[in-house]
Structures are given as C-alpha cells and as structure tokens.
C-alpha cells in the first residue's frame, strides 16, 4: 500500500505562487498515474490535476494556464506548481494515485496540505 506525505502548503497574497509536493513510499509510484485533488470548507473533494506513469497531464478548467503537475519517479515524489494564486485556490490538497478511465483516486488519503490565499 502506497504512503502519501504531503507538504509545501501556506499562506501566500493573490498572484503569488507555491509549490507543493507528495513523497510517496512503495513501489507502485512509478506505474501508475498520480492525481492532486483540493477539498475547500463546505464542498466536496475535487480533482485538480493529473499526471500520467509517461507524463501526459490533465487539468481542471479552474486552474489551467497556472498550476503544472510533474513527477520525478526516481524519487517517488509528485509535485504541484501553483503560480498566479486565487482567493478560491483556498483549500486542503492532496495527491493520490488515480486510475486514468475514470479519472478517480484509489487507495488511501495522505493528511493533505493547507493553502490559504489571502485577498
């Protein structure tokens, strides 16, 4: 079973950046696609971004032209660039492993990180 260990949240102004990350342990990091997901207070998880075992990329609308998902295999780790932040980008993220057909995650949730972006 794969362990997700997020990191990178904070606080950050409107039109700042961060970069978020996801150590994952196990072997099957490197075969399958990794998703980050985003559930803000009041609303259900939804997905951000995707990222395919041979690196071709999914967004969401809302974020699209300003967040970049990437993977590094060799180091079993995922990561989110978010640039030109929004108010509405507030949110606990998240990554896990998601089956490409249905763009949905399986397995476990790692403890998510917080982003808050001040107006």
């Known amino acids: 079973q794969v362990q997700l260990v997020e990191s990178g949240g904070g606080l950050v102004q409107a039109g700042g950046s961060l970069r978020l990350s996801c150590a994952a342990s196990?072997?099957?990091?490197?075969?399958?696609?990794m998703g980050w997901y985003r559930q803000a207070p009041g609303k259900e998880r939804e997905l951000v971004a995707v990222?395919?075992?041979?690196?071709?990329?999914y967004y969401a609308d809302s974020v699209k032209g300003r967040f970049t998902i990437s993977r590094d295999n060799a180091k079993n780790t995922l990561y989110l660039q978010m640039n030109s932040l929004k108010p509405e980008d507030t949110a606990v993220y998240y990554c896990?492993?998601?089956?490409?057909?249905?763009?949905?995650?399986?397995?476990?949730w790692g403890q998510g990180t917080q982003v808050t972006v001040s107006s």
């Open positions: 896990a492993p998601t089956r490409i057909a249905t763009m949905r995650p399986f397995g476990s």
């Open positions: 196990g072997s099957i990091f490197s075969i399958n696609a």
């Open positions: 990222i395919s075992s041979g690196s071709n990329t």
